[in-house]
């Protein structure tokens, strides 16, 4: 189910995925220290988030998808890195009553991919026109400017102030956590859609949508028109 992805995102992916090459004898870059820290198991509500179902499964045609699991990230809650890092776990967009949002777009990036970044540029022109349908975004850097290491603490700020930014950006040094849902930091972008009703993967999948709009209204407009799975 869904759109197209884009042929010369796939494409690129290959060519970016093992990133650019460290100068002879340069240092490697200082990731940021990213403990796990106690998240939240309750919505802004007080519900529970789902404890059944979890997994890394997305859904296939009228195969419901797995629920995904209630992972906690430190992050820059709309991309303002004045407040410093503060904690976002899944359960905070857990929605069954689609008070706040219908839809999480999750956008795990690298900060050297050039696609991750023409993504962010992207999202930050959509956000407000998906926003008011009930899209919520939630980025989450894996690594930094060598594939699979980092990010560090300064790869996420400049990012961030490069892009932008007005929407949440977490870190995940390495997808130690995004690991278990397919993502490894070698394929980038990886984009994960979450139905906020029930938490079940809509879809989860490599390279940039072609239209980020486009993208996101297919999904929405499935959630509008169905029932939720769980």
């Not at 699991?69 to 992050?75: K, V």
């Not at 956000?127 to 300064?154: H, M, N, W």
């Not at 139905?195 to 509008?224: C, K, W």
Request: proline letters at 9%; aromatic letters at 6%; a negative charge.
């Amino acid at each position: 189910m869904g759109p197209a992805r884009s042929l010369a995102s796939l494409v690129a992916l290959t060519v970016l995925a093992l990133g650019p090459a460290p100068a002879c004898g340069a240092p490697a870059p200082a990731e940021l220290a990213d403990p796990d820290v106690p998240g939240r198991t309750a919505n802004p509500d007080g519900l529970p988030y789902p404890t059944d179902h979890i997994g890394s499964q997305k859904r296939v045609a009228r195969t419901p998808g797995d629920r995904i699991p209630n992972l906690t990230f430190q992050a820059y809650i709309d991309g303002d890195v004045s407040k410093g890092l503060q904690i976002v776990s899944l359960a905070d967009f857990y929605d069954p009553g689609q008070k706040r949002n219908k839809v999480l777009h999750i956008e795990n990036a690298a900060t050297w991919c050039a696609i991750c970044a023409s993504e962010a540029d992207a999202t930050v022109i959509a956000k407000g026109p998906l926003g008011a349908e009930g899209v919520v975004f939630l980025e989450v850097i894996v690594s930094g400017p060598t594939s699979q290491r980092g990010p560090s603490l300064d790869d996420v700020t400049q990012w961030i102030g490069t892009h932008h930014s007005t929407f949440s950006t977490a870190i995940d040094v390495r997808a130690r956590r995004m690991t278990a849902l397919g993502v490894d930091g070698t394929v980038m972008p990886w984009d994960i859609l979450i139905d906020t009703r029930t938490m079940e993967i809509l879809d989860s999948s490599g390279g940039a949508p072609a239209d980020i709009v486009q993208y996101d209204t297919t999904f929405l407009t499935f959630v509008n028109t169905h029932p939720p799975s769980y």
